[in-house]
């Protein structure tokens, strides 16, 4: 199953007091449809708004553009003052991948975004971080120098020439950076202990930069400089990680407190197994840990799954447990109740949206009696699906009992790399549910298009044509997907738990009948589409797959008869 593609934009506009503006410049990002407002946390001392939207990434671009746009007309940067380093009233727009979307397509994005606001807006435009051209601009510092007060004479200078828009020093909206940045996690380790200073100790054994070596090896020695005066650094254990020691009035703790600045390299499980052996070894117990702000369902499911495989045990479980073991291996509970639904970014937006309940939200019975009701979906196509979502279950289910069977613990790795395939069949096939009611709803709408003149006739003919096409893709997919699940399957009948060679049986049996019911939609659906050449591959295809499941399963049935 593709990951969702979303992309995370953090813009900081240079007005911290002002809720009036502040909102007329977020009401244009939450007037694009596809786009999340997480967070808006205005700063009175910084003078600055920090903006946190999440959504698809064309939606994102269109939104920040707008954001931007809407602060160039409100924000006068001549008139700006404020604690923070700044040069532009959007003064810093970095994109983030969250999901199904690489670094290399964030850096586009960024670039794209970064030209329009040059172009059209006529506002000096830095990239900078992994949008950069250039090595010096990475750094968001370098962009800065000088600040607002500093612009006019830095675009005067031809090697700060700006990536895109004007040379020219815009009195009102100053210059912006727009970036590409990995996603920043604020991550606090928990401690046994009110000490701060043992805390810092602990950071500075985490944290990239370190500490400051000094004379003799001690606290209170000097510190040992270079040759060129400047201190030496002794480098901590974790790249791309930043951290200090704090005594938290609130718990009555001391925490680390990181900043986890890319997630790829030094993820959330890692720097608290780090914590725990660095604490440990300084007398002191981590006992928990919590997240401020959001993170990425990958970064929790990674989490979950390094646990599970530290206990030797099978990866292959619903998403729902693999979080569980996340939030309980991490402590994330410690301090307080951790609500997925709040701290997991994919699940906050489907929260905030308030999504139509699905029909892989139904209890078994709600679903039994959906289908049985005057409504024509859920139908064949989704029954079938969810067939082979059942067939899917059942082999791996097999799999994650054989993974932990006592006596068998040198294979559990094995098993789990069964559960593992199993379980993202069983996921795939459960959206195909949705799926193929979702095909046969959107047939329905195309029929209601108007046709009162030749170009409506031509439009809604070519809509139905679409929607049917598709309405033949999503069985067709189920029939593959299904069709997948009998690796699985007979795996587990051949070196599974003897116990439950009958459970992948049964699933064998699901599997076959998912198929053909899956294959009838096909041929019923193909009888409403003109693409003849189309319709008679995807028929043969379908026939052939038909085929392959019937012999499939009398094989595996065989091997099931001869071990019960």
């Known amino acids: 199953m593709a990951e969702k593609r979303l992309l995370e934009c953090v813009p900081n506009f240079s007005e911290g007091k002002d809720m009036d503006t502040i909102n007329q410049i977020t009401s244009q990002i939450e007037a694009i449809e596809g786009v999340d407002l997480l967070d808006v946390d205005p700063g009175q001392a910084t003078n600055r708004t920090v903006v946190t939207f999440v959504g698809t990434p064309d939606e994102v671009l269109e939104a920040a553009f707008q954001a931007v746009k809407k602060a160039s007309q409100l924000i006068d940067m001549s008139k700006h003052s404020g604690a923070h380093p700044r040069f532009g009233a959007t003064d810093v727009c970095p994109l983030v991948p969250v999901s199904g979307i690489t670094m290399d397509e964030a850096v586009e994005y960024a670039r794209k975004l970064a030209k329009r606001i040059g172009e059209d807006l006529q506002i000096p435009i830095y990239c900078y971080e992994h949008a950069a051209y250039e090595e010096k601009r990475r750094n968001l510092a370098n962009c800065r120098s000088g600040e607002y007060e500093g612009l006019k004479d830095k675009l005067a200078d031809p090697q700060w020439k700006p990536d895109f828009g004007p040379a020219e020093f815009n009195a009102k909206a100053g210059a912006t950076a727009v970036g590409a940045r990995d996603f920043l996690v604020a991550y606090n380790i928990n401690l046994n202990t009110t000490s701060t200073r043992r805390a810092n100790a602990i950071a500075f054994d985490i944290r990239e930069k370190g500490r400051v070596k000094r004379e003799g090896g001690k606290l209170t020695g000097k510190p040992v400089l270079d040759e060129q005066g400047n201190k030496v650094w002794i480098p901590g254990a974790l790249k791309k990680v930043k951290g200090i020691g704090w005594y938290i009035e609130e718990y009555g703790i001391a925490q680390i407190s990181l900043n986890l600045t890319d997630i790829s390299v030094t993820p959330v499980h890692v720097a608290f197994d780090e914590a725990c052996k660095r604490a440990e070894a300084r007398g002191i117990r981590v006992t928990g840990s919590e997240l401020v702000g959001?993170?990425?369902?990958?970064?929790?499911?990674?989490?979950?799954?390094?646990?599970?495989?530290?206990?030797?045990?099978?990866?292959?479980?619903?998403?729902?447990?693999?979080?569980?073991?996340?939030?309980?291996?991490?402590?994330?509970?410690?301090?307080?109740?951790?609500?997925?639904?709040?701290?997991?970014?994919?699940?906050?937006?489907?929260?905030?949206?308030?999504?139509?309940?699905?029909?892989?939200?139904?209890?078994?019975?709600?679903?039994?009696?959906?289908?049985?009701?005057?409504?024509?979906?859920?139908?064949?196509?989704?029954?079938?699906?969810?067939?082979?979502?059942?067939?899917?279950?059942?082999?791996?289910?097999?799999?994650?009992?054989?993974?932990?069977?006592?006596?068998?613990?040198?294979?559990?790795?094995?098993?789990?790399?069964?559960?593992?395939?199993?379980?993202?069949?069983?996921?795939?096939?459960?959206?195909?549910?949705?799926?193929?009611?979702?095909?046969?709803?959107?047939?329905?709408?195309?029929?209601?298009?108007?046709?009162?003149?030749?170009?409506?006739?031509?439009?809604?003919?070519?809509?139905?044509?679409?929607?049917?096409?598709?309405?033949?893709?999503?069985?067709?997919?189920?029939?593959?997907?299904?069709?997948?699940?009998?690796?699985?399957?007979?795996?587990?009948?051949?070196?599974?738990?003897?116990?439950?060679?009958?459970?992948a049986g049964v699933g064998a049996l699901a599997v076959r009948s998912a198929i053909k019911g899956a294959y009838m939609n096909v041929r019923i659906n193909a009888t409403d589409m003109d693409d003849q050449q189309f319709v008679d591959d995807i028929i043969q295809k379908g026939r052939q797959i038909v085929q392959m499941a019937e012999e499939k399963e009398r094989e595996i049935l065989e091997k099931v008869e001869n071990k019960m």
Do not use: C
């Not at 990958?298 to 479980?317: D, H």
């Not at 699906?385 to 069977?405: D, F, I, Q």
């Not at 193929?436 to 709408?445: G, Q, S, V, Y």
């Open 294 to 503: 959001l993170i990425p369902l990958k970064g929790m499911l990674e989490a979950g799954k390094y646990f599970l495989r530290k206990q030797n045990r099978s990866t292959g479980i619903p998403e729902k447990e693999v979080i569980k073991i996340a939030v309980k291996s991490l402590g994330l509970d410690d301090l307080y109740e951790f609500q997925p639904e709040e701290k997991i970014i994919e699940y906050k937006m489907a929260k905030m949206r308030g999504e139509e309940k699905k029909l892989n939200d139904l209890t078994v019975s709600e679903f039994s009696d959906e289908t049985a009701s005057e409504s024509p979906a859920p139908g064949g196509g989704s029954v079938s699906a969810y067939m082979g979502s059942l067939g899917a279950a059942l082999a791996t289910m097999v799999a994650n009992l054989s993974s932990h069977k006592r006596g068998w613990d040198d294979h559990w790795k094995e098993f789990s790399d069964w559960a593992d395939k199993g379980i993202v069949l069983q996921a795939e096939l459960k959206q195909l549910v949705d799926e193929d009611t979702d095909a046969f709803n959107k047939i329905m709408e195309a029929f209601k298009l108007p046709k009162t003149n030749d170009q409506e006739k031509r439009k809604r003919r070519q809509a139905i044509q679409d929607a049917t096409k598709n309405a033949i893709m999503v069985p067709y997919r189920i029939m593959e997907r299904s069709f997948e699940a009998f690796e699985v399957i007979e795996a587990m009948v051949e070196k599974g738990n003897p116990n439950s060679v009958t459970d």
